[in-house]
Every structure is written in C-alpha cells, then in structure tokens.
C-alpha cells in the first residue's frame, strides 16, 4: 500500500455510524478501487475501532490495519447536536409574532382563490387556517400565550396610502391581540 493517502473529511451522525453506541465496533476497511466497471475491488486492508476509543484519543489516533499498514485519523470530533427541544428544556423561551400580507398579490378578496376569501361555511380562510396550525404548537412555548399581530400591504382607514407595517388591533406600541 505504502505512500501517503488523504481522504476528504466526511460527517456522520452517531446513530448513522453505531446507533450512538460508544462501545460499538466500527470497521475501517481500505480497498483500492477498480474502475473497470467489474466492481472488484482489492482489499487492501482492514482494523477495528470504537467511538469510544476514538473520542478519548483527543481527535487523531493512529490505528494498525492488517498487513502491518497504519492509518492515520486526524481531526476527529464528536459534537453534539442540539435540537430544538433541548433549547426548551435549556429554558429558551419563544415570542411568537404573526404578519399578514394584505397585499393584492394573494388576489381579490371576494375571490375563492385569495389566500384572503373568507369561506362562508366556516368562515375561515386559508391564512387563519396556517395560524391556528402554527399558534397550536408555538402557542405551548410562549409564557404569556399573547401574540404580537401584524400586518402590511394594506391600505388603513386613517393613512392615504398602503402602510407597510401596522397592528391588527390598532395600537402599534401593543400589537398583543
């Protein structure tokens, strides 16, 4: 095998490689790729090896392949991934706002196809629809359960022209509706 072989880094996910088993075994086997369509490949040699092992050797060791070959691993980590509950747990807490786009790019109002129509069986329409699936799960990671609303595109009784940020409830300086 002999000479200096660099591969380029790779990233795994520890219940990919050995289900987050520290003490899993991790085969490491070096072939040297044929390209001749056959699909044989020559087994140049092979070792074994565990997370475990390898997270305590600081981030490079240096494991015996059969054949009396080494390889060197270097740059080796294992960090952790944080989900969005362990920053919950962690207690992050969420202040969930809502816009509404008023603009008349979600089409006429009295039309069916405005995301803005206002069915007149349930009398919803499809942005209350998305609100109320998104606030149903937010809503239970806001302390105060009180929700910012706003809205742009649209044109106010008291303005000329279309405003570009306004309350639904009216009051700007506690849009909490």
Known sequence: MGGKITWNQILLDTDTLCDADNNCE???????F????????????QTISTLGAMVESGGSSTLNLSGGQKLFVSGFSCE???????????G????????????????????????????RNTGKNQYLDAIHACLGILE???DDKCFPVYGFGGKLPERSGVSHCFA?????????C
């Open 26 to 32: 991790i085969m490491f086997q070096i072939f040297q």
């Open 34 to 45: 044929n390209d001749n369509g056959s699909g044989n490949h020559k087994k140049l040699a």
């Open 80 to 90: 952790d991934r944080v989900s969005f509950l362990d920053y919950i747990f962690g």
């Open 92 to 119: 992050c807490e969420i202040g969930v706002q809502v816009a509404i786009d008023f603009t008349l790019s979600n089409g006429a109002v009295n039309s069916p196809q405005s995301l803005h129509y206002i069915n």
């Open 140 to 142: 239970n990671y806001d």
């Open 168 to 176: 639904l409830n009216g009051d700007i300086f506690n849009p909490k």
